[in-house]
């Protein structure tokens, strides 16, 4: 295994509520991540997946620094992300940039391709001098599989996934060591999802790219992670590489997830047992005492709402925050 690029450490980010028109007071707070700690290795692409409203995207501003952590730790080739300011914020913003999840609102519909390809050479003078622009615009075009000769087309006149590529162009504009995906392809047809997920794969292996990589589809995260971290609420409940974690889970709330997974062979529908879940998703501003998921899982008992499990070794070799992690034969197809 490669060396960390990227550590993250007990990552928090609470959002205050407050009430007040004039004199406004902070009455709670929302706990979007909560503890959130992993590590991402050279090359490698980590899988974050989660219902919605678990905090992933949340996860994904504060490592790209859009918005302030409330704690903990992120580091970038050993050097402390939340600290840095000036021309070392400013070499951090070259090294790690993000793909959105819709491609149309994250592109300027004034502007043409080439301009919003380009724009990153703008602010970063040193990666292409000006008049080299328009070919290595071109260079990127062509290296997301679209026709360099459209450059001067705007946003509306490509399809859905000719846009997302074109966003894919503009991460790549400075040749950054980690790209972070928010859920690229959850806005494209499915055909369309399988050749940007392809497309990623290619420019990792010819690149060497790191890719955190945001998704609520389990099988979208497969095809393209070597590891895969599973969040529930705001904190990790179980990470492993892939075949860990959809072969053999342990976390009741993994288990769920799988077993709600279309099957696509019609001979082995039926054969898996279905878990499903009671409840409504408790609020990330009241969590419960202790687990997290114990509101909506069969196997809670008393000391589930006392103690809050750790991300540990528990059983096999992969870690899982549950008192009582056990695989579950009748979820894997």
């Not at 290619?202 to 070597?226: C, M, N, P």
């Not at 529930?232 to 993994?254: A, C, R």
């Not at 501003?285 to 997290?292: F, I, K, L």
């Not at 008992?301 to 006392?306: F, G, M, P």
């Amino acid at each position: 295994m490669s060396e960390p690029i990227l550590e993250v450490r007990d990552l928090v980010k609470h959002f205050p509520i407050n009430r007040g028109v004039v004199f406004q007071r902070t009455v709670g707070h929302v706990r979007a991540v909560d503890g959130v700690s992993f590590d991402l290795n050279k090359g490698e692409t980590l899988g974050i997946v989660g219902e919605s409203g678990c905090g992933k995207s949340t996860l994904a501003q504060v490592l790209m620094r859009l918005e302030k952590p409330t704690s903990g730790t992120a580091t970038f080739e050993g050097r402390d992300m939340f600290k840095m300011s000036g021309p070392e914020l400013r070499k951090l913003r070259r090294d790690m940039q993000i793909v959105l999840q819709d491609p149309y609102t994250s592109l300027n519909p004034r502007r043409t391709v080439g301009d919003i390809i380009g724009e990153p050479f703008e602010i970063h003078s040193e990666v292409a001098p000006k008049g080299d622009r328009r070919r290595k615009v071109q260079e990127l075009l062509d290296l997301v599989g679209l026709n360099p000769e459209h450059i001067q087309r705007y946003p509306h006149q490509f399809s859905g996934g000719q846009r997302q590529r074109i966003g894919i162009a503009r991460a790549l504009a400075l040749r950054p060591k980690v790209i972070v995906c928010d859920e690229p392809v959850s806005a494209l047809d499915v055909s369309i999802q399988a050749q940007v997920m392809n497309l990623l794969g290619e420019l990792q292996q010819e690149l060497g790219l790191s890719y955190v990589f945001i998704a609520h589809d389990l099988g979208v995260v497969r095809h393209l992670s070597d590891r895969v971290g599973v969040m529930y609420l705001g904190k990790m409940v179980e990470v492993g590489t892939d075949e860990q974690i959809y072969e053999h889970p342990q976390h009741p709330y993994t288990q769920a997830l799988l077993s709600s997974v279309p099957v696509p062979d019609p001979t082995l529908r039926g054969k898996r047992e279905v878990i499903r879940l009671t409840g409504d998703v408790p609020s990330p501003a009241n969590p419960p005492s202790g687990c997290r998921f114990r509101t909506r899982c069969w196997k809670a008992q008393d000391i589930c709402a006392e103690k809050v499990p750790e991300l540990e070794v528990r059983l096999g070799d992969h870690p899982s925050a549950c008192h009582f992690a056990e695989e579950h034969p009748h979820v894997v197809a």
